[in-house]
């Protein structure tokens, strides 16, 4: 199954990164996943079909309101998630990333399983390796940060035994 998976990643992906998608993607993509989530108590997400996927529950930046965004993510081989603002290769970061930036403690729900976990940003040299990663798991992604035109935010999710996030 790997080896096919692998190959479907191959075709996709170069898709991922035209124009068209880069504007439909945005637009069409959220709301079939949070659709799919209500229909299935947040057990399956559509992107999970292709990669590992998760929801990240942050807390809202200025607002402090509850946030719930679907990402793709790359297990980092120790036990945490790697996550990264592409955005779609949008010109500005998307606000998840500034929730995190201004609430590291955060929760994650992968396969209908919630955790909390502490996010921090990956820099320097880390960086390199974290797109390595990703690219291995789904190619020609770091595309999306030349074309965007800036640094992506680039996220190691770790989780946490903290009792006081379990209520998130």
Sequence with gaps: MPTVLHFVRSV???LTRTRLFRWAGPRALPPIERAIAWLTGGRVQLSALLV????LH???????????TA????????GRAIVAGTSFAQERHPAWTYNLLAHPDAAIT?????????????????????WARIEAQWP?????ERESGRV?????LQPVADPHHASM
């Design 52 to 55: 590992p996927s998760l929801v």
């Design 12 to 14: 996709i992906s170069p």
């Design 110 to 130: 992968v396969r209908g399983r919630r955790m909390p976990v502490r996010a921090s940003l990956i820099g320097g040299d880390e960086r390199n390796a974290a």
């Design 71 to 78: 990402l793709m993510y790359t297990p980092d081989g120790m």
């Design 140 to 144: 020609g992604y770091r595309a999306y």
């Design 152 to 156: 992506v935010r680039l996220f190691r």
């Design 58 to 68: 942050t807390t809202g930046a200025k607002s402090g309101a509850p946030r719930d």
